[in-house]
């Protein structure tokens, strides 16, 4: 009780830090939730997103989805914590670190910094140091861990204690998927039985659904119950928890996946449709601009546009007071640049099913009976283009998420100092060549990494099926 | 045909002006000439006096697009616009900021580039095609499903992780290959194979689901079901009615980057050390040196468009009804 008072406390006292980035992926979540709102009035896209849901894998791949968005929503929610008033001044300061409502869920794993390198579930650091005995003598071993095992008394119990701990995750993990799983059997059958004339209607493959969420509940739980006496991924070179900071990449991911493609959507849907549908010069300058952009190369373009924000940010200090801000700001210029190399693409095929559709005879009716442009293009064209939109959408997420790993590397990415998948994997070049190897960081990375672009790649390969007529 | 050539060639040009136009704006007026100079020189170092040298010594000391110092002939001439950016299109590429000649430097880096970029293409789009041809062999059964999704796997690794994997693998463990560096002449060869093997295994995922329906739907055409009907071995419509067929759109695909082999790829070449034209570029992103990168992103923009005209020329080279006009 008294615990839960000092939260609050701590809760009213902090400062609540608005990132541009976290505002952008609050209002995409919004407009998505809006977007499908109407989509389901729309009796044709009902049908095709049943599709998707009632494949097997597009349905898993959805819940992995809506998990990490989820992890990168908990990641968007900023404040700065208040630090100690100092004697004799009544004015509160604030921590210049900028945390989130995230940091708050695994402060455990925030906490337990150790000097170097360790291995993943290691109790023994991985550099030796010198130390005494309690007479004096001086020796060189390799230390325990501060934050990790402590409660273990020898290494013996090192294993079981292990497996005893996931044997109680294990549990946790059943009963918790068991109570949710039971409730929602139970709430079917009377959904079931008030709806039993309609027989026959295919239902959503339950049994996938979950699964999938039994096995998310139980890694869960499993990282929660471990992670409290373990570092479970190891530490990395500075002796901070790498399942902490993968964890914190997710939001990165995540947020490059969607933003990029977002931020210039507006750009594509208004050159391409006007292209299409005005023709003429307009459509001659419309190409010319893509045409243009395409040829550049993307990479160097974003390199190259990535050199200018540094130049920018380090000539204009005074607008970036904090760290995070000036990461943030960074990260939505590269969404941005990124967003430029690919939305071209997307306004060749908007260019191009905008002519086809304003060729169909009720677009051509509309013109008949004199109704204004702006009308057809937003009652008549654009619903019927929206699938592109949609398959470009969820196509572009994974290799988005992807680039953003090779060009951190390559030095044009995310700000250093963001958690990010790409800066580990940088990270991991000199962590490769060393004695006894360290893979810990760049196998965390590739892991949680994996698992999204899997997920992305086979939703978007679902909803590429329903959607596009063509590869039907 | 030259006829068309020689238009497409000429369209190219406010393309290619568009490019220049648009980097320019990106490297002098959004960055300034002084604040590059600041950048460069870092913040001991900076004076008015040390700027100014910097900025005469790179020739970045004129003005922007129009010299009214000048009289009619250097109006236009003696400005930035005309020195940097006018003279690539004779592909003059100037000095660097370090001031190496870059238009030796692209042309002694491009071998090496070269010699990279072309094995992997060739081989990987060789593999690709076997490994496509062969899923349409057992299509819509459990092989096939088991290959798409091993592709999809395949496709959703970093390209990043194939490299650290492979180097880490066959280089440090195993000691089959050098981890990383190049050497002229055959000595290449030892260098070469390791990269070579993860740019084609790199690129399987993608390349057989995608080469694989483009077979499919080669498959479902209607002249694949009269040769069935008229009785010819699966086997025999596979290799002689399929394959030629599907071949068409696959190699007109891959046309559009064979101009761009030159550029090499950044990241296979900065991971091995290979010196060609993308450790080069990246070389030059890290050190913040615009010239280079403008003359990159310049080259790359001709190879591009050389890639789109080429596309269009194999067009009515392999399919007799498309028309150029």
């Known amino acids: 009780m008294n615990e839960l008072v000092s939260v609050m406390n701590e809760l009213m006292s902090i400062k609540p830090v608005v990132l541009w980035s976290d505002v952008l992926i609050y209002i995409?979540?919004?407009?998505?939730?809006?977007?499908?709102?109407?989509?389901?009035?729309?009796?044709?896209?009902?049908?095709?997103?049943?599709?998707?849901?009632?494949?097997?894998?597009?349905?898993?791949?959805?819940?992995?989805?809506?998990?990490?968005?989820?992890?990168?929503?908990?990641?968007?929610?900023?404040?700065?914590?208040?630090?100690?008033?100092?004697?004799g001044s009544d004015?509160?300061?604030?921590?210049?670190?900028?945390?989130?409502?995230?940091?708050?869920?695994?402060?455990?794993?925030?906490?337990?910094?150790?000097?170097?390198?360790?291995?993943?579930?290691?109790?023994?650091?991985?550099?030796?140091?010198?130390?005494?005995?309690?007479?004096?003598?001086?020796?060189?071993?390799?230390?325990?861990?501060?934050?990790?095992?402590q409660h273990l008394e020898s290494a013996a119990e090192h294993g079981m204690d292990i497996f005893v701990r996931s044997m109680k995750a294990l549990l946790v993990a059943a009963f918790i998927s068991a109570v949710i799983i039971g409730l929602h059997i139970a709430w079917r059958k009377r959904q079931h039985s008030l709806q039993s004339g309609l027989a026959g209607v295919r239902t959503l493959p339950w049994g996938t659904i979950y699964l999938t969420l039994s096995v998310l509940v139980l890694s869960c739980c499993w990282v929660l119950e471990l992670s409290k006496v373990y570092h479970i991924l190891g530490t990395d070179k500075v002796g901070q928890d790498v399942l902490y900071w993968s964890i914190k990449a997710i939001r990165t991911g995540v947020l490059i996946g969607t933003l990029a493609t977002l931020l210039t959507l507006p750009l594509a849907i208004v050159l391409g449709i006007s292209a299409g549908y005005f023709?003429?010069?307009?459509?001659?300058?419309?190409?010319y601009i893509y045409t243009t952009l395409s040829s550049i190369p993307g990479i160097l373009l974003i390199a190259a546009s990535v050199l200018l924000i540094d130049v920018y940010i380090e000539t204009h200090p005074e607008q970036f007071n904090l760290v995070a801000v000036r990461a943030d700001f960074?990260?939505?210029?590269?969404?941005?640049?990124?967003?430029?190399?690919?939305?071209?693409?997307?306004?060749?095929?908007?260019?191009?099913?905008t002519l086809k559709v304003s060729q169909l005879d009720y677009v051509q009716a509309a013109h008949a009976f004199g109704v204004g442009h702006n009308r057809i293009i937003f009652r008549h064209i654009l619903p019927n283009i929206t699938h592109i939109i949609l398959i470009a959408l969820v196509l572009d997420f994974s290799v988005f998420v992807l680039a953003e790993a090779v060009l951190s590397y390559i030095g044009v990415g995310v700000d250093p100092s963001m958690a990010s998948w790409g800066n580990m994997i940088n990270e991991a070049r000199s962590e490769l060549s060393r004695d006894p190897v360290v893979w810990w960081s760049v196998a965390a990375a590739f892991v949680l990494m994996f698992v999204l672009v899997l997920a992305a790649n086979l939703f978007s390969d679902r909803v590429r099926d329903a959607f596009d007529p063509r590869s039907a | 045909m030259l006829a068309y050539i020689i238009r497409r060639l000429l369209y190219a040009l406010p393309i290619l002006l568009g490019v220049n136009l648009l980097t320019f704006a990106l490297f002098f007026m959004v960055n300034t000439p002084d604040q590059m100079a600041r950048v460069q020189l870092g913040d001991k170092h900076v004076s008015a006096e040390a700027i100014e040298q910097w900025k005469a010594q790179r020739g970045y000391d004129k003005p922007l697009f129009i010299n009214t110092a000048e009289?009619?002939?250097?109006?236009?001439?003696?400005?930035?616009?005309?020195?940097?950016?006018?003279?690539?299109?004779?592909?003059?590429?100037?000095?660097?900021?370090?001031?190496?000649?870059?238009?030796?430097?692209?042309?002694?880096?491009?071998w090496p580039s070269l010699a990279v970029a072309l094995p992997t293409f060739i081989i990987g789009i060789s593999v690709n095609i076997v490994f496509a041809l062969f899923v349409v062999m057992f299509r819509a059964s459990v092989f096939d499903t088991a290959?798409?999704?091993?592709?999809?796997?395949?496709?959703?690794?970093?390209?990043?992780?194939?490299?650290?994997?492979?180097?880490?693998?066959?280089?440090?463990?195993?000691?089959?290959?050098?981890?990383?560096?190049?050497?002229?002449?055959?000595?290449?060869?030892?260098?070469?194979?390791?990269?070579?093997?993860?740019?084609?295994?790199?690129?399987?995922?993608?390349?057989?689901?995608?080469?694989?329906?483009?077979?499919?739907?080669?498959?479902?055409?209607?002249?694949?079901?009269?040769?069935?009907?008229?009785?010819?071995?699966?086997?025999?419509?596979?290799?002689?009615?399929?394959?030629?067929?599907?071949?068409?759109?696959?190699?007109?695909?891959?046309?559009?980057?064979?101009?761009?082999?030159?550029?090499?790829?950044?990241?296979?070449?900065?991971?091995?050390?290979?010196?060609?034209?993308?450790?080069?570029?990246?070389?030059?992103?890290?050190?913040?040196d615009f010239a280079i990168v403008r003359s990159m992103v310049f080259l790359g923009s001709v190879l591009y468009i050389l890639g789109l005209i080429l596309t269009d020329i194999s067009y009515t080279l392999v399919d007799p009804r498309v028309r150029l006009s």
Not at chain 1, 140 to 148: E, I, M, V, Y
Not at chain 1, 279 to 287: E, M, R, Y
Not at chain 2, 78 to 90: G, N, Q, W, Y
Request: glycine share 8%; net charge neutral.
């Open chain 2, 71 to 110: 009289n009619s002939e250097g109006l236009l001439t003696d400005t930035i616009f005309f020195e940097k950016s006018a003279r690539l299109f004779v592909f003059d590429f100037g000095k660097s900021d370090e001031g190496r000649v870059i238009g030796a430097d692209i042309s002694e880096r491009m």
């Open chain 1, 91 to 149: 004015e509160v300061h604030y921590s210049q670190e900028v945390h989130s409502l995230l940091d708050v869920v695994l402060t455990e794993l925030r906490n337990k910094d150790e000097k170097t390198y360790s291995a993943p579930f290691a109790i023994y650091s991985f550099a030796k140091e010198n130390m005494q005995t309690d007479d004096g003598v001086v020796y060189r071993d390799f230390p325990r861990l501060a934050n990790a095992g």
């Open chain 1, 279 to 287: 023709k003429g010069w307009v459509d001659d300058v419309v190409q």
């Open chain 1, 28 to 87: 995409l979540v919004v407009s998505l939730g809006l977007f499908f709102y109407q989509l389901s009035k729309n009796p044709l896209a009902r049908q095709r997103w049943r599709t998707v849901f009632h494949s097997r894998a597009g349905v898993a791949s959805f819940i992995v989805i809506l998990f990490y968005l989820l992890i990168a929503l908990l990641d968007s929610l900023h404040y700065r914590a208040p630090l100690e008033k100092t004697e």
């Open chain 1, 330 to 353: 960074k990260f939505l210029a590269l969404c941005f640049i990124l967003g430029m190399t690919s939305w071209t693409g997307l306004c060749r095929l908007l260019r191009a099913e």
């Open chain 2, 147 to 288: 290959a798409m999704v091993l592709c999809v796997v395949l496709l959703s690794i970093s390209g990043v992780f194939y490299i650290l994997a492979g180097q880490y693998f066959f280089a440090k463990l195993w000691h089959l290959v050098p981890i990383s560096g190049y050497l002229g002449g055959t000595d290449a060869i030892r260098f070469l194979i390791l990269p070579v093997i993860i740019g084609v295994v790199a690129g399987i995922g993608g390349g057989t689901r995608l080469y694989r329906t483009l077979f499919l739907e080669e498959a479902n055409k209607d002249y694949v079901r009269t040769a069935r009907a008229k009785g010819v071995s699966e086997t025999a419509v596979l290799f002689r009615h399929i394959l030629p067929n599907g071949l068409i759109p696959i190699l007109t695909s891959v046309v559009v980057v064979i101009p761009s082999l030159f550029m090499g790829s950044l990241l296979i070449e900065s991971f091995f050390g290979i010196p060609g034209l993308g450790s080069y570029t990246l070389d030059a992103i890290q050190a913040q």
